[in-house]
């Protein structure tokens, strides 16, 4: 099989174990130091909260939006819900159509996607025409299969062991 | 199961998926931006590797050595490759009871560990007395099964797709 050129990827870090996210920070870390412009965007971090991650790209001036203010998991309510989920989709949307990045991370968007409160193959037709060069990243546990079918390259993160069954509870510089 | 305090942990990112070094460097950011100081051994990047990582670090004056230089993989001198492997090791060793850090990231070592180069039971002793407070990372496929035995969180990389399936090669920013 002849080797192509290089491709912007769709990659998608799923599974049950730890090192999703932290998958992906990887990335936006060897991509800063390549000098990318970057935005990555949470669907479960609120706008209060002050993680590693945060406090680095703040440093770095790396873009990070958490999106997960306001994001009420447990409403009772499936269409205020569906809503919140949706306005958080435009914005991860307006930042993949602009063509200012080299690198999208949407990090945990495969909740609302099992959830059905964005839809699945608006968001693959989305990815599909992106701009071209931009590499996207999607994390969360139990990625849809139409969406692993798409992607380029998936790796499932394995839970062997988890810190938590000693009673380890998760520690500031490694979880978050 | 109470829930104890903070541990200083020994994590060993594992498997034939891709994401382990990139799951390290997770970590790395988000210690960085906790303002942690850092060390990453690479047991296979040469000296005159410039990757992604490489460059970031070196903007952000985290130190990152690559031990691969001189590394001879393909040596057919066992006795000069053990003794390699063990200048590698003597330098991580070095670096873990400096007592200095609070991330010792150790890439790619299980290679070493696998083919007997280094001693297991060295290296489990040498990370159950590393000063107190500091975090050890372990990245490489087949970690041994002692050191998943004694490592705090084990995460295996399963690949389910990975790029070069279409012919698609490793890319900078991304891989590298």
Known sequence: ??????????????????????????VLFRAFGRG?????????????SNYGEERAARKLGIEMIPLGAGFTWLSKDIEHDKALARRCWEACKEKIDSGRYDLVILDEMTYPLNYGWLDLNEVIEVLR??????????????APQALVDFADLVTEMREIKHPFQQGIKAQPGIDF
């Not at 990318?36 to 209060?48: A, G, N, R, Y």
């Open 1 to 26: 099989m002849p080797v192509k050129k290089r491709k912007p990827l769709v990659i998608v870090y799923t599974g049950n174990g730890k090192g999703k996210t932290t998958a992906a920070l990887g």
């Open 36 to 48: 990318w412009t970057i935005v990555m965007l949470s669907f479960i971090k609120s706008e209060t």
């Open 129 to 142: 025409h992106r701009p071209p060069n931009l590499h996207v990243i999607v994390t969360g546990r139990d």
